[in-house]
């Protein structure tokens, strides 16, 4: 449906729909909020003139509403309502906005033909009357009229001059003449009409127009055309002006501003600036550009804003770099409050009459309409050093009107969304404090002594309020009327319930992100609290659409796109894939986490999309990689489907690994809130199919973190699940040094539940990584009795692995026990039988390696029979099973596997007596460790090469 409210309301759809006349007003004011909801007693006010009485009577007409515009008009959340436009639906003031801002870009670059013909599309979409079915009140509504009339003003007002820019004649004299019956005292629109005049060769009207707009001006205001337009009447007078270039409307005059000060009626200079905090802590770099930026020379009037999330101290900062410019703006400083995240954002109107008031103005002698009194505003900062402070800005079409129009001056804004609609904005995003920022900042308030005292809990302190200033503020306010609370207390406290400790009599951070977040439609307010489920790692628009489901994955990233105008989200960089992602502010999280609490069945049901949804995509990944040997393959895959997006899927086909490294850190947190949710199950089966990813990349912390979590959770209730988690521990930990002491009781507790559970698939499994714990003992300890106790352990539960693996018929534990066996076996000098299990596992491996991502189970068998070969003094041949498994394991991207290889490689070639190329495979196995994280194999194998000798003869 085609939706148009700048002149008379009208809808299309495949053909006209009729609104009735009395229905018009409603449809308008629900069309100019959206995509906000309106309250009921507004909505009364529009159509009625009052609320009283009239609750039937407006569900009555929403009703008809609904009926005329099906899908449209949603039932009430609360006392609000709202207008729910369809993906394919358009709104003509989102497409006068979206072509008037294109054309000011045009203007800023130049490009006077392109901004003229989209200024031409966006000012057609307006209808004559303009905004014929939007009612004059209430209040709300006559400003959200006042802004939409201003905003074509400013777009017809820069069509004008572009045109005259383009050297259009008489026509166009035609067309600022219309324009000025109905805005008779503005200068810009003057300024064009004189410069038209005289470039038309009408010098003597042109100057006479000036004649005219100075009667008007001091018979309607009392002052006197303002610098711009007295330097215009100047040139023309003189015949200098220029035959082209932009007209002095809004080209610099190069004159130096009058030493004359704006005056307030007492006859002092404006000084409104509210006072600066003493305790200010870092923000180097935004105050160096905000001065730098504010106080340099410009030919229009420069404007900075700052924008962020609630509490990140943007007023503060717009305070402090204020009163720095005040040597710099000696003619005055204005300052305004725009109440821009309350309920009722400063009517322009208003503003304006206190402004003029503090100018001098006296009450009774206020223009009439904002138009009015925005030229008499500007006219009194004309050739003036002034600098205006815009606090809480809720956007331009507020701020626009208090724009000085003259060089000299200078604006500052701050608000919490971007700040679009002018091409000259420096545009400033105030981040969190850092942490020793944060920390000095805790300590100002409290006392260094305090935190000197406690600096552990001082920092911690410091890191549960993100780096957000209001937070830190809040909890130094706390502790300093507390001064016996030890800060680890605090801390300890702060951590279990954020939002309620930082809260005091008079401000909390909880209200401040309520402002924001109560003024978000209910769809954005939902995707904001579920965003709360995915983590601190940045994630993706299709994440969110996983958990949403009544938002496709286009209509969620509209959404994340005004949350992240908004402040309440931040864009992180691109992943490696090249997907936008975004973050929730800490802060942001644990309030939204909050919201999401307070609505269980929500919150239940996005958990379990959130499971399945990853559950799918894991399963889906898993089954394209690699896999890490002492890992089995896959025996099925997950065959739910519906709550994968299509966009992950497809990322996942293209390059799994390269999904799966994107998204671990998302992964790991689905886990973890498996486990939190007790949703045992759930979290076992993501845990199994990451952890090969894991192991094979190196990443063991994050894989013995994870299992160690899991382990913690499932230990309580089910004996399987928390022996599979030992299992994984044991594997993890028997790599670190001196690993095999601590992973031998994880097996032991292993192989007593599967037994006891009659579960051969698992002993198997635990029997042989014990048999390979053995191993690693017996090579760590001194020739005697106790090596020769662990290699006879190591052989016997080997074998006892190795026939539980041939009983059950599975591949893989075969391989595992015939490894283990070789090895054993080998380092007991019975060369000739580990040779033969050795070829036994190869035999093994080759029929497990029939896939690409399965290549890695004959790397495993490789690196066995090398090292057994080896060990028999058959370097050569050992040397030709090292580098068959240095190749496979560079093809299959399996860094650990190479790095091994390439050792065993530079071990043959010793024993050969080719020390040269021994070195260079010992130093390309040492990169590969260290690239694997693994320092301490790396240190082993360069620790290798000075011990190369000079070539002696070898007999292999």
Known sequence: MRFSVLGQISVQDEAPIEIPRTRRPLLATLLLAWPDEVAGDLLMEAVWGEAAGRDNSLKTALSQLRRLLPGR???????????????????????????????????????????????????????????ADVPDDPVRLASWRTELLWE??????????????????????????????EDPLSEPLNALLMTALYRA?????????????????????????????????DQ?????????????????????????SVQARDGLPLAQLPTVVTDFTGRTAEIDQLVAHLSGPAAGVPIAAVWGPPGVGKSTLAHQAAHLLRPVFGDGQLYVHMA???????????????????????????????????????????????????DDVCGMHQAHPLLPGTPGCAVLLTSRPHLVGMASIRSIRLGPLTQPEALSLLGDIIGAERVQAEPAAAADIAALCSGLPLAVRVAGARLSAQQDWPLRTFADQLSRRRMSMLATDEVAVEASISDSYEALPERARRIFRLASLLGSAGFASWEVAML???????????????????????????????????????????????RLAALPDERDVAIYRLLLGWLELVCLADAQIVRAPCHPPMASTFTLSGFAPAPARTLIMQDADRWLAAEMGNLLNVVRVACDQQLYLHAMGLALRVSSYLCREGRHDDAEHM?????????????????????????????????????????????????????RHGAARSLALRSTCWHHLATASDLGDRRAEHLAKAEADAKRALGLARTTKNAHEELLALRALALALSDQGRHGQALDTGGQALAVAARLAVLPTHQTY???????????????????????????????????????????????????????????????????????????????????????????????????
């Not at 010098?203 to 006197?224: H, K, N, P, S």
């Not at 206020?366 to 138009?371: D, G, H, M, Y």
């Not at 908004?566 to 973050?583: K, M, N």
């Not at 495993?860 to 370097?875: E, I, N, P, W, Y």
């Open 236 to 260: 023309i007078a003189a015949d200098r002006l220029p035959p082209t270039g932009p007209s002095s409307a809004s080209a610099s005059t190069g004159r130096l501003p009058s030493a004359t």
């Open 858 to 956: 004959l790397v495993l068998a490789l690196l066995t029979q090398g090292q057994v070969l080896l060990a028999a003094h058959r370097a050569r041949e050992a040397l030709d099973a090292f580098e068959r498994a240095a190749r496979l394991s560079e093809q299959a991207r399996h860094r650990a596997g190479q790095a091994r290889a390439e050792e065993g490689a530079g071990d043959a070639l010793t024993a050969l007596s080719r020390h040269d190329r021994a070195g260079q495979r010992y130093a390309q196995a040492a990169v590969l460790c260290e690239a694997e994280g693994r320092s301490e194999h790396a240190a082993r194998c360069r620790a290798k090469l000075p011990a190369l000798s000079s070539p002696t003869p070898a007999n292999c």
């Open 73 to 131: 008009v949603p039932p009430a959340r609360g006392h609000g309502y709202r207008i729910e436009l369809q993906p394919h639906d358009s709104l003509d003031v989102e497409q006068f906005r979206r072509l008037a801002q294109q054309g000011h870009e045009h203007i800023a670059a130049g490009n006077h033909a392109e901004a003229v013909a989209c200024l031409r599309q966006a000012l057609q979409l307006w209808g004559d009357p303009p905004l």
């Open 201 to 233: 060769g009408y010098r003597v009207e042109a100057l006479r127009q000036y004649e005219t707009i100075a009667r008007l001006l001091a018979r309607d205001t009392g002052t006197e055309p303002g610098a711009q337009l007295r330097h215009l009447r």
């Open 707 to 759: 299992w160690r979590r899991v382990l913690q959770a499932v230990a309580p209730v089910n004996a399987r699940w928390a022996a599979e988690a030992r299992y994984h521990l044991a594997h993890l930990i028997v790599r670190q040094p001196s690993g095999a002491y601590r992973a031998l009781p994880l097996l032991d507790q292993c192989v007593s539940v599967w037994e006891t559970l009659s579960d």
């Open 548 to 594: 949403e489901y009544e938002c496709n994955v286009e209509e969620v990233e509209r959404i994340l796109d005004a949350l992240t105008r908004q402040s309440l989200l931040t864009t992180v960089p691109a992943d490696t894939l090249g997907q936008l992602r975004y973050r929730q502010h800490d802060l942001l999280r644990a309030y939204a986490a909050d």
């Open 340 to 390: 821009g995240t309350s309920d009722r954002p400063r009517d322009t109107a208003e503003v304006l009459g206190e402004v003029l008031t503090a100018l001098g103005v006296p009450p009774a002698q206020l223009p009439a309409t904002v138009s009015s009194r925005t030229a008499l505003y500007r006219s009194l900062l004309a050739d003036r050093r002034v600098l205006v402070v815009l």
């Open 152 to 181: 074509r003003k400013v777009s017809q007002q820069a069509l004008l001059e572009s045109r005259l820019l383009l050297g259009e004649g008489q026509q166009l004299l035609g067309d600022i003449r219309r324009e000025l019956i």
